[in-house]
Every structure is written in structure tokens, then in C-alpha cells.
């Protein structure tokens, strides 16, 4: 009796195990840059940047990443035809990004926004969470869409971006 319940132990924890590896090796693995990586890689290999702007507290940014950027196709596409940066539009670290240095501005006591974001992000004097913006292969910005972009709108709005 010991020894069945042994075996049959060792035969659910294998069988598992194979499920979950199995089940790693299908999902793919959005490739995320930092700003001064792009630079650098964008030398050799010049692609469109997409950047992905949030805030921690903005829910619709929190769904965008948890679906449309976990999306098998948006995946592939992002991961070969452009360079995808994330940017927390509240980031206190400094970032360097075509020999400037954009900083932390403080508004209050607990608020304030990047340089970084209010330059990519910035439409008509406003910044609306979340914001995807794409910069050419020149670092001009070529799009900036606000709002709640589903895996579906997300990768006709690419393939049309690469067409």
C-alpha cells in the first residue's frame, strides 16, 4: 500500500511537472527595452519604437499589459518589427534618451510627472493613461493613441503601422 501511494506520487508530480513545462514552452516572451537600449541596438538595427505609457494606479493600463501585451500575436509582432519600451509615466529615475536627460518633476507632496511622459505623452496639453505612441526608425513620434486598445486592435493598428 505504501509503495502504491508512493508511485502514484511520483506519477502526479511528473505529470505535472511535463503539463507546466509543456504549457512554458508555448507561450512567447514580449521582449522589453530600456530607452538607452534602444539607442544603442537602434544603431545597428534600425525598427520602430513602440512605448507604452502608464501609471501604476491607471486600471485600464494594469488590463492593456495583462491582456493585449500577453497576446501570442501582439507578442510576435512587437517582438520582431519593433523595439517595445513600457515608461511608468511616474518613474523617479532619471533617463537619457538622445543625449538629454529627462527627470522626475514633483507637482505635490506625492505627485508629479516624467519629462519623458509629458514629451512622448502629451496631446493637446493633456496626457491620458495609457497612451501608446510610436516613433519612427528617425525618433519621431508617429503615433500616439490613447486609451484601451484590445489584442485584436492592437495588431491591426501594427500591421497596418509595418504595411
Known sequence: MYFTKKLLFLFIFFGCFTIYTQERKGKEVLNIFTFEEVEEIHQQIPKPILVFLYTDWCKICFGMKKTTFKNRKVIQLLNEK???????????????????????????????MHELAVELGTIKKTIIYPTTIILNTVFEIDAQLTGLYNARKMIGILTAYID
Open 82 to 112: 519593433f523595439y517595445f519600451i513600457k515608461l511608468n509615466a511616474e518613474e523617479k529615475q532619471d533617463i537619457t534618451f538622445l543625449g538629454k536627460i529627462f527627470t522626475y518633476k514633483p507637482t505635490g507632496i506625492n505627485t508629479g
